[in-house]
């Protein structure tokens, strides 16, 4: 990916039309849309404070397997679709902006605030479950990618820096701080001159040998810390963890040196390794946490003053090992997952008896209070959207014919292996247990994760391969105008099941499990059939239209005729 040079404003930039667009990704959004509503729908039946914690318990029977079906063969591998699929649609329209010498990036911001300001109300005003919001905020690291310079990177990582010594703001500054500096890592990596061998090198190699020294005595500090017991005991995750973070970032860069050609490729290799390496850790974590769980910390011992009397006696200073900070640690998660459980009873509360003003301002503040997770989120939609990217300029969306073996072998090989991975993690745990913390469920839930980019490409493979199949498997591009209108419906899905379940409307909180899949593919069916009607009519679904307006500054014409 290329410094795209910008152009005067009088080049018009619109919408595509009609006849441009690409009928495979639309279809596979329509198929993606069918997945999220399957996902979403257990939401409006289960707090999303439980939200990460597995399977419910409880279930038995057919509402057993329709959970498990959910949990293993949609969950997770269908926000990833409609991911790739985000970046699709932004190569596409960076694509168009670099042949005709367009401006892009002013009509993206545009772009990005709407769908930000789309994901806020639809946060807020009908489900809690939103991911517009979250692809705003990763469209803007999207853009560091493209456009990020050293000297702004390097202003806003100390700015960063800087936030993480102000209480409460500590956590959110560093997660922002670690995905701008992957975000800057990527950039540098997709604007590297393949044909300049001896700047590219020097550049990245550079940057690499300066983290790989940060990184080091980053590292001797926390060994010190450690080992000594230097300093305030709630320190040494923190420096250890930023240590080990640089060190990873510098062997990033000496990566990004060693498989820098062929240029074409880059976009897929870096969205591949920053989704794996991401969750990959994750799976690691949870593999040491199950192998082997902190032991309880011990009783501080007391020692008593022989000069004043024992009511007064005083605790022993006996520095904390690294076992008790361990331990400690594991009280502090215990602490935040009681927490949770109490955000999950009023939450229920709430969603099953009281008001549509009540359900707005919990939301509200869920919205607010979830705001500093985002940039780690980020992390993981960016190396999607940089995967959806390489699909549509390697031609793989457009030209079928030309990448079919490809597409079968991300069928063929990817479906079983993504969802292998996350069924083999259910042997060891489809739930958390609070009564049992270090059950595996961190574990399992990292297979499950890793697992979710190979199945994820073989859905979108599968879907591909049947379109422009000559079986009746083609018939499978009656999704394509459902897919179309793919914010529209997303946001119609929020709008009927929030009137079906919540307390506010019919009040079918707690549905079973098998009997919310059977409503979800019945809303699906009539949204199907009502795209096929309305844009039969128009040109754009609604908030298509709104979202273009937006974007480009102009309504154009909404209707057909």
Known sequence: MTTLEHSPESAAFAPMPAQQRIEALDTVRGFALIGICLMNIEFFNRPLATL??????????????????????????????????FGMGFAVMLTRAQRAGRN?????????????????LHHIFLFAGDILFSYAV??????????GTWKWLLAALAAMAGLAFVPGLDQ????????????????LYMRMRAENRSLSLSTLSLLSLMLLAAGVVGAVIAA??????????????????????????????????KYRN????????????????LTTLATIGGAIDYVAPPKPAPALAVKANPNTPFSKATLSEKKPTEGETRAERAAERERRLKERAEDAAIETHVMRSDSYRAHVILRARQFVKRLPDQSGFAALLLGMFLLGTWFVRSGAMQYNAAHRPLLRKLATIGLPAGIGMGVLGSLIATSYVPEAPHNGFDFASGLLMMGNLPACLGYVSMIVLMLHSRTPFARVGVLAPFGRMALTNYLCQSLAM????????LGYWGMGRAAQLLVALALCAV????????????RYGPVEWLWRAATYGHTGLATIK
Do not use: C
């Not at 420096?239 to 860069?253: I, P």
């Open 138 to 147: 990763a469209a803007v690291f999207l853009l560091v990618v493209l456009y």
């Open 527 to 538: 949204q199907i059939a009502a795209s096929h009607w309305w844009l039969a009519r128009f």
């Open 172 to 187: 959110a500054a560093a997660g922002a701080a670690a995905t701008l500096l992957l975000s800057s890592l990527i950039g």
């Open 224 to 257: 010190a810390m450690w080992t000594l017991k230097l300093g305030p005991a709630d320190a040494y995750f923190p420096v250890s963890a930023g240590s080990a973070l640089l060190l990873l970032a510098s062997l990033v860069s000496f990566l990004a040196n």
């Open 104 to 120: 892009f990036l002013k009509p993206y911001m545009r772009r990005i605030a709407a769908l930000a300001v789309f994901g806020g």
């Open 498 to 505: 929030s009137a079906i379940f919540f307390g506010y409307g």
């Open 52 to 85: 990460g914690q597995g399977m419910p318990a409880g279930l038995a029977g057919i509402d057993w397997l329709a959970s498990f079906f959910v949990a293993y063969f949609i969950e997770g591998k269908f926000w990833t679709i409609f991911s790739l699929l």
């Open 262 to 277: 062929p240029v074409e490729a880059r976009s897929w290799r870096a969205g591949a390794a920053t989704y794996l390496l």
